[in-house]
Each structure stands twice: as structure tokens, then as C-alpha cells.
């Protein structure tokens, strides 16, 4: 499988940015998926996950601000990301089993 993440962007401190990761097949359903985030200089650490059943878990960093979600029609992976953080500055890794997507930088400044 391939996936395709996109989304990322600069956005103010208490603003709301939207990332998508589409995959190349059917993978989420089965699999469930993950977002993970990697800030400069840090470890990539988990963000948020949903399982093949649609259960869901969150970082205590994002919990109640995030939201993953899936469209199984579209084969994608969604991140809503509400009121931001510079904290949250990071570039986002989305993941299915043992695949990787490309990165997409999430800048949260004023």
C-alpha cells in the first residue's frame, strides 16, 4: 500500500488545519490507521489512532482539540486539528501496518 498525505500549512495559534492521507486500497477497514508527529529535534511520537472497528485514541497532548476519522469510499485517513498550538508545530506521518506516509509540516506561529 502507498499513502498520500496531504494538508499541511501554516495556521495562527488557536486556529484549525485539516490533513488527509490517502491510500492506495482498502487498508483502514482492516487495519485501522494512525497519525503520528515528529517537531524538530524530538522523537515522533503517536498522535492519535483508530482502529479497523472505529475505536479511537488520542495523545494527552491533543485530546479534545484532534480528531481522526476515516471515509472508507475514499480509502483516507483524516486528522482535524482544532485550536492549535506552536506546540503542535511538528511535520505529520500518517501510518497503516507498516507503511509510512511522506510527511506533511503543520507550522502553528503568529
Known amino acids: 500500500v502507498q499513502l498520500q498525505a496531504s494538508g499541511g500549512g501554516l495556521v495562527q495559534p488557536g486556529g484549525s488545519l485539516g490533513l488527509s492521507c490517502a491510500a492506495s486500497?482498502?487498508?483502514?477497514?482492516?487495519?485501522?490507521g494512525a497519525w503520528y508527529r515528529q517537531a524538530p529535534g524530538k522523537e515522533r511520537k503517536l498522535v492519535a489512532r483508530i482502529t479497523g472497528a472505529g475505536g479511537t485514541n488520542y495523545a494527552d497532548s491533543v485530546k479534545g482539540r484532534f480528531t481522526i476519522s476515516r471515509d472508507n469510499a475514499k480509502n483516507t485517513l483524516y486528522l482535524q486539528m482544532n485550536s492549535l498550538e506552536p506546540e503542535d508545530t511538528a511535520v505529520y506521518h500518517c501510518?497503516?501496518?507498516?507503511?509510512w506516509g511522506q510527511g506533511t509540516l503543520v507550522t502553528v506561529s503568529s
Open positions: 501510518f497503516v501496518v507498516d507503511v
Open positions: 486500497r482498502s487498508v483502514f477497514t482492516v487495519y485501522g
